[in-house]
């Protein structure tokens, strides 16, 4: 037990607490796995991480997630005043969607100690990496195998759901309860997983003793991971996959590896482009899977496809429905609700966060939180992250694969997937070559 304590002490930052410090190291390892468990980890580390800092105010950053908690709440009070005049709509979702949002900005400031400084995020970018192996072994058991579930422990306060065959059928989605999710939490671990075998590789390079098999061990969940990515097939996670290598790889790469995989795209590009004269598409489509290319030109689904499927006209309603109610919203899963009226198909969400936090909450809800966010990445690339070592580069980029999951789909509402979001953003807060908290915060 010494040893393992030790092990986890390791590279603790000197703001963090040891006891927070090693329940979040296990919180982030366990958080794909289960919610529950790593709540129970990371609660105790978000208490630890609030005590002896300075207050919330002495942050500007957090004062604009104190307006935007205060708008939250108020359009949810004018929700609930407002309920005779939606009367298909309870006022409850409105409060119950706040759990989504303002417990993560409380996270979002007592996590900083655990991430504020470089060694700290590639210990915790490691443990993400590690933790998606439980990920990768289901998903690919129920897909290669006929595994499937559900598995449940505790009564079933623990459940993976592990559906026959993928959900929707044919797509990987392990222990997820859908391959989105799984898309997603694979597309953000993803560049911490790169780094991991980058610095595996100049370790053995260097001949380290023992770096031979910790570099086949990642060299196989790299290559797991790659097939699972593929198996959930999500154009986004496919996108993800790509754009990640340059961002990981570094600037100092870019000019051999950027031609190599524009080489490489090129015949996916001719199988799927449409107008492609036949003499170049034809080989180009004995090359390339149909299963890839179908899907990237939605050939594969074209015929299930209803208008009231698209995200561009579930945007549209959304655009409309924002013009009516534009500074609160409508309160939040309201779109559930009103979608279905307006169009006859139902969908949970728009499918573009900006979309839902100003359809939710308001317009200046989304652009208090989309300017944040974007400050935050903008922020980590003067600071030097892009341009630091590996690990600070892959940090960088699975907090920016992330937005770009959002920008077509909202896989926050799973809570594993919100937490380890706002732990990214929160490493980009402090993300600096100057390591360490500024005193008094």
């Known amino acids: 037990m010494g040893r393992l304590l030790q092990h986890l002490d390791a590279q603790r930052p000197p703001q963090a607490d040891p006891l927070g410090w090693r329940c979040f190291q296990l919180g982030m390892f366990m958080l794909p796995s289960s919610a529950l468990f790593a709540a129970l980890l990371l609660f105790p580390a978000l208490i ?96 290669g195998l006929g595994w499937q579930g559900p598995w449940q422990i505790l009564g079933g306060a623990v459940i993976w759901h592990l559906k026959e065959g993928g959900n929707p059928t044919g797509r990987l989605s392990g222990l997820f309860d859908y391959a989105n999710i799984t898309a997603a939490w694979l597309s953000l671990s993803w560049p911490l997983l790169l780094a991991a075998l980058i610095g595996c590789w100049a370790r053995w390079r260097a001949r380290i003793a023992g770096s031979g098999w910790r570099l086949l061990v990642v060299l196989g969940l790299v290559v797991a991971q790659v097939v699972s990515m593929v198996l959930t097939d999500s154009r986004n996670a496919w996108g993800v996959m790509l754009m990640a290598v340059p961002l990981v790889a570094g600037p100092a790469s870019w000019i051999w590896l950027l031609p190599l995989m524009a080489l490489a795209l090129l015949p996916v590009l001719l199988a799927t482009l449409p107008g492609v004269p036949a003499l170049l598409q034809d080989p180009a489509r004995a090359l390339v899977p149909q299963s890839i290319w179908g899907r990237l030109n939605d050939l594969n689904h074209h015929s299930q496809r209803k208008l009231a499927s698209l995200r561009i006209t579930q945007w549209s309603v959304a655009s409309s429905l924002i013009a009516e109610r534009p500074w609160l919203g409508w309160g939040a899963a309201a779109f559930s609700v009103i979608y279905p009226l307006r169009t006859g198909r139902w969908h949970g969400h728009p499918h573009n966060i900006a979309f839902d936090l100003a359809f939710s909450h308001g317009l200046p809800v989304a652009v208090l939180v989309v300017g944040l966010v974007l400050w935050l990445y903008i922020r980590g690339v003067r600071q030097g992250m892009l341009k630091g070592n590996v690990c600070e580069r892959a940090w960088w980029a699975a907090a920016f694969m992330l937005a770009v999951l959002h920008a077509t789909d909202i896989p926050m509402y799973d809570s594993r997937i919100n937490i380890a979001g706002w732990v990214l953003l929160a490493g980009l807060r402090w993300g600096s070559a100057k390591p360490g908290l500024p005193a008094g915060v």
């Open 48 to 143: 630890q991480g609030s005590r002896k800092r300075a207050s919330l105010s002495s942050d500007r950053v957090n004062l604009v997630l104190v307006l935007v908690a205060a708008l939250m709440v108020a359009g949810a009070v004018s929700v609930s005043l407002r309920s005779a005049e939606f009367p298909s709509y309870s006022p409850l979702l409105a409060w119950v969607g706040l759990g989504n949002w303002l417990p993560l900005f409380w996270g979002f400031w007592g996590f900083q100690p655990y991430v504020c400084d470089p060694p700290a995020r590639r210990r915790i970018g490691l443990a993400i990496a590690a933790g998606t192996v439980p990920v990768l072994v289901s998903g690919l058991g129920q897909i």
